[in-house]
C-alpha cells in the first residue's frame, strides 16, 4: 500500500516540479482594501484597547447623551423602561427546596419581607434603567439601622458619574478607570466620589475606598480585558437623533404650508395686460364670502402635502433599527403591533425573550447571587 502510495505522489510531484507550471495564491480582503470611495467611512476606525476606547471621558458623553435622549425621547423612555420591566418585573422570589420544608417557608417568607422593605424589586429595575442609559449600574451593600426587619442589609444605589477618582494615576498598573484589581485581575477595591460631579457648588475631591466585596458592578463586557459599561443603547443614539429631527422637519413643513391660505399668481408674462399687484402683501379674507382678484390675477389655494407619504415608513425603519441593538422587535419598542399577526408576533418574540432570559441569568449572577448570600450571612448570625 505505502509503494502505491509512494508511486501515486512521485509521478505528481514530477510534474509538479516544472517552474513554469508554479502558481503564487495571492488572497486579499474587500474589508481590508483602503480607497477613495470607503476612506472617509473607515476614518475613525481604530485600534485602541477597550479600556482606551471607553475612557473617561468618551463614557462621560455617551453617559450624558443617552440621558438626554431617554429624557426627551418618548421611543427611548419607553424603550428603557419595557426592558427594565421585561427583565426585573415584580421583583425576585427566593424558593428554597432543602429537606426541611418549614425551614424552608420560614427563610422565603423572611427574605420575601425584607425584600419589600428595602424596596430590592425598584431598585433592581433602576439598575436596570440605568445599565442601558449609562452603561453600568453600581449598587453597595451596607447597613440600614432604619429596617423594620431583623436583618439590616440594604442596597444604595451609586451612579456611574461618582465611581471615580480625581488623584488616581492612571497609568498604574493595577488600577483601571477608577478600580483597583489585584495580579489576578480581580477587582480589590472601587473608588467612590462622597458628592456627585454634577453638583457643581464645589469641586469633587473627596472619595471613599469601598471594598469589593461589598460593591455590586453590573454590565456588559463586549470585549476582553474591559472594565467599565458603555450604554446599551449607545448605537441607536445618532437614530435617535435622526428620528426627532425628522419628525420636527415634518412638523415645521406643516406648520409653514399652514401659514398660507392661498397665492395670487398670473399667467400673463411680465409686460402682459394684468393689474398692478403689491408683491408679498398679505390680503384679509372674510369668511364665507366671494373675493374679486385683480384683473388678469388668479388665486390658487395651498395644498397640504404634510406628512409626506414616507412619513410613517421612515418612522418604522429606524424604530426597528433603533430596536436591533438590544434584540427588541418592532412592535415592543414602537409600542404597535398593527401591521403583524399572531404567528410573526410569537416569531419576532422568540429572539426578544431569549436575550431577556439571558439578562436575567446574567442579573442573578452578579447582582443577585451576591444579595442572597450577604442576607445568608447576617441572617445565620442573627438566629
Same mark, same amino acid.
Request: hydrophobic share 45%; proline share 5%.
Given at each position: 500500500?505505502?509503494?502505491?502510495?509512494?508511486?501515486?505522489?512521485?509521478?505528481?510531484?514530477?510534474?509538479?516540479?516544472?517552474?513554469?507550471?508554479?502558481? #503564487?495564491?495571492?488572497?486579499?480582503?474587500?474589508?481590508?482594501?483602503?480607497?477613495?470611495?470607503?476612506?472617509?467611512?473607515?476614518?475613525?476606525?481604530?485600534?485602541?484597547?477597550?479600556?482606551?476606547?471607553?475612557?473617561?471621558?468618551?463614557?462621560?458623553?455617551?453617559?450624558?447623551?443617552?440621558?438626554?435622549?431617554?429624557?426627551?425621547?418618548?421611543?427611548?423612555?419607553?424603550?428603557?423602561?419595557?426592558?427594565?420591566?421585561?427583565?426585573?418585573?415584580?421583583?425576585?422570589?427566593?424558593?428554597?427546596?432543602?429537606?426541611?420544608?418549614?425551614?424552608?417557608?420560614?427563610?422565603?417568607?423572611?427574605?420575601?419581607?425584607?425584600?419589600? /422593605?428595602?424596596?430590592?424589586?425598584?431598585?433592581?429595575?433602576?439598575?436596570?434603567?440605568?445599565?442601558?442609559?449609562?452603561?453600568?449600574?453600581?449598587?453597595?451593600?451596607?447597613?440600614?439601622?432604619?429596617?423594620?426587619?431583623?436583618?439590616?442589609?440594604?442596597?444604595? =444605589?451609586?451612579?456611574?458619574?461618582?465611581?471615580?477618582?480625581?488623584?488616581?494615576?492612571? /497609568?498604574?498598573?493595577?488600577?483601571?478607570?477608577? $478600580?483597583?484589581?489585584?495580579?489576578?485581575?480581580?477587582?480589590?477595591?472601587?473608588?467612590?466620589?462622597?458628592?456627585?460631579?454634577?453638583?457643581?457648588?464645589?469641586?469633587?475631591?473627596?472619595?471613599?475606598?469601598?471594598?469589593?466585596?461589598?460593591?455590586?458592578?453590573?454590565?456588559?463586557?463586549?470585549?476582553?480585558?474591559?472594565?467599565?459599561? $458603555?450604554?446599551?443603547?449607545?448605537?441607536?443614539?445618532?437614530?435617535?437623533? &435622526?428620528?426627532?429631527?425628522?419628525? =420636527?422637519?415634518? $412638523?415645521?413643513?406643516?406648520?409653514?404650508?399652514?401659514?398660507?391660505?392661498?397665492?395670487?399668481?398670473?399667467?400673463?408674462?411680465?409686460?402682459?395686460?394684468?393689474?398692478?399687484?403689491?408683491?408679498?402683501?398679505?390680503?384679509?379674507?372674510?369668511?364665507?364670502?366671494?373675493?374679486?382678484?385683480?384683473?388678469? #390675477?388668479?388665486?390658487?389655494?395651498?395644498?397640504?402635502? &404634510?406628512?409626506?407619504?414616507?412619513?410613517?415608513?421612515?418612522?418604522?425603519?429606524?424604530?426597528?433599527?433603533? /430596536?436591533?441593538?438590544?434584540?427588541?422587535?418592532?412592535?415592543?419598542?414602537?409600542?404597535?403591533?398593527?401591521?403583524?399577526?399572531?404567528?410573526?408576533?410569537?416569531?419576532?418574540?422568540?429572539?426578544?425573550?431569549? /436575550?431577556?432570559?439571558?439578562? &436575567?441569568?446574567?442579573?442573578?449572577?452578579?447582582?443577585?447571587?451576591? $444579595?442572597?448570600?450577604? #442576607?445568608?450571612?447576617?441572617?445565620?448570625?442573627?438566629?
Amino acid at each position: 500500500m505505502f509503494r502505491w502510495l509512494s508511486k501515486l505522489f512521485a509521478g505528481k510531484s514530477s510534474a509538479g516540479t516544472d517552474a513554469r507550471r508554479v502558481r #503564487w495564491l495571492r488572497a486579499r480582503y474587500d474589508a481590508a482594501a483602503t480607497n477613495p470611495a470607503n476612506r472617509r467611512h473607515w476614518a475613525n476606525a481604530d485600534g485602541l484597547s477597550a479600556n482606551a476606547a471607553n475612557s473617561v471621558e468618551v463614557r462621560r458623553i455617551l453617559r450624558n447623551r443617552a440621558r438626554y435622549e431617554v429624557a426627551n425621547n418618548s421611543y427611548a423612555r419607553g424603550i428603557v423602561l419595557t426592558l427594565a420591566n421585561d427583565v426585573v418585573g415584580t421583583g425576585p422570589r427566593l424558593q428554597l427546596l432543602t429537606a426541611d420544608a418549614e425551614a424552608n417557608r420560614l427563610i422565603e417568607r423572611e427574605f420575601a419581607a425584607w425584600a419589600k /422593605a428595602v424596596n430590592l424589586a425598584e431598585k433592581l429595575r433602576t439598575m436596570r434603567m440605568a445599565r442601558a442609559q449609562d452603561g453600568e449600574a453600581f449598587a453597595i451593600l451596607t447597613n440600614n439601622p432604619k429596617l423594620p426587619t431583623p436583618v439590616q442589609l440594604d442596597l444604595r =444605589l451609586v451612579e456611574a458619574d461618582r465611581v471615580g477618582t480625581p488623584d488616581l494615576n492612571a /497609568a498604574a498598573a493595577n488600577a483601571v478607570d477608577r $478600580i483597583v484589581f489585584d495580579a489576578a485581575g480581580n477587582p480589590v477595591e472601587y473608588h467612590v466620589l462622597k458628592d456627585h460631579p454634577g453638583e457643581g457648588y464645589r469641586a469633587v475631591r473627596d472619595y471613599d475606598r469601598v471594598p469589593a466585596a461589598a460593591m455590586l458592578h453590573w454590565f456588559r463586557c463586549d470585549r476582553p480585558g474591559q472594565a467599565r459599561g $458603555i450604554p446599551d443603547i449607545m448605537p441607536a443614539l445618532p437614530l435617535f437623533a &435622526q428620528l426627532r429631527r425628522f419628525t =420636527l422637519a415634518v $412638523i415645521a413643513a406643516a406648520e409653514t404650508a399652514a401659514d398660507f391660505a392661498g397665492i395670487l399668481y398670473t399667467d400673463a408674462p411680465a409686460s402682459g395686460e394684468s393689474d398692478a399687484a403689491e408683491p408679498f402683501e398679505p390680503i384679509e379674507l372674510e369668511k364665507r364670502a366671494l373675493v374679486t382678484m385683480p384683473g388678469g #390675477w388668479k388665486m390658487s389655494q395651498l395644498q397640504a402635502e &404634510q406628512p409626506s407619504t414616507g412619513y410613517a415608513e421612515f418612522k418604522h425603519e429606524i424604530l426597528n433599527e433603533i /430596536a436591533r441593538c438590544l434584540n427588541m422587535p418592532f412592535n415592543v419598542a414602537a409600542g404597535n403591533s398593527s401591521g403583524y399577526n399572531y404567528a410573526s408576533g410569537r416569531l419576532d418574540h422568540q429572539t426578544y425573550f431569549k /436575550a431577556i432570559r439571558v439578562k &436575567q441569568v446574567h442579573l442573578e449572577a452578579v447582582v443577585l447571587d451576591r $444579595i442572597l448570600a450577604a #442576607w445568608l450571612d447576617e441572617a445565620a448570625r442573627l438566629w
